[in-house]
């Protein structure tokens, strides 16, 4: 897995932007970038991942730069309960065999101030 | 779908105590996986499992063992508690395709179970 780096710790005014940036510059061409978060004393939860194309759900936008070797989580309208641990993970999805877990680095503590 | 339920929530064991873990996952994800996560660190993969039958050892199974009869359910087992094993315990499991490749690895976790050894 190719290795990220993250801030460790971010602040944002509640209603505003969350924008938390990672960067990946070893990734490799089949290498997905994923993101988790997890709030105190709960399991990880899936946000978002993609390959090279920004993405967009319910919960966030992933923008990858063109030549991927930095993303960007956005979080468009943040509130207290977005307080949490965030983790870029960038990896070869598994693709057969013996499936292996995920690995979690420090990631970015955000704080939601009121 | 209630995702991914693990029991007990809370446990304290004494040194050499044994228990079981309990996970149960609804989705009908072929994919499981156990990890423990002590204060202030990464999660840390101690078992998995890639369907009914088959389970692998991950990064630190040393004092734990596993097993998966059915699809949805993955137990953790401890047989002799030692203080080491002091740790948080989360329970996943994978969706196996859906759409594209980069799905295979959106792993879904339950809430967790703090385990206490004295």
């Known amino acids: 897995d190719a290795k990220t780096t993250q801030p460790p710790s971010m602040d944002c005014a509640e209603g505003r932007a969350a924008n938390l940036p990672c960067n990946h510059s070893t990734i490799s061409g089949n290498e997905y970038v994923y993101w988790y978060r997890q709030i105190h004393s709960q399991g990880p939860q899936y946000i978002i991942h993609?390959?090279?194309n920004n993405e967009t759900n319910e919960m966030a936008s992933l923008i990858i730069t063109e030549d991927r070797k930095s993303s960007t989580l956005i979080l468009p309208h943040a509130t207290l309960r977005d307080t949490a641990v965030y983790y870029c993970?960038?990896?070869?999805?598994?693709?057969?065999?013996?499936?292996?877990?995920?690995?979690f680095g420090k990631g970015t503590h955000l704080i939601i101030q009121p | 779908n209630a995702g991914v339920t693990q029991t007990p929530k809370f446990r304290i064991l004494k040194i050499g105590q044994s228990m079981t873990l309990q996970c149960t996952q609804d989705?009908?994800?072929?994919?499981m996986y156990w990890y423990r996560q002590d204060p202030g660190m990464g999660l840390k993969l101690i078992y998995y499992?890639?369907?009914?039958?088959?389970?692998d050892k991950g990064e630190v199974p040393n004092g734990y063992n596993v097993s998966r009869s059915t699809t949805e359910d993955f137990p953790l087992r401890l047989e002799l508690a030692a203080p080491s094993q002091t740790s948080v315990y989360f329970c996943a499991s994978s969706l196996t395709s859906s759409g594209g490749l980069g799905n295979r690895e959106t792993q879904y976790f339950g809430p967790g179970t703090r385990l206490l050894v004295l």
């Open positions: 993609g390959l090279k």
């Open positions: 993970i960038v990896r070869v999805p598994y693709s057969g065999g013996g499936a292996d877990g995920l690995t």
């Open positions: 499992s890639v369907g009914a039958g088959i389970t």
């Open positions: 989705m009908n994800h072929n994919y």
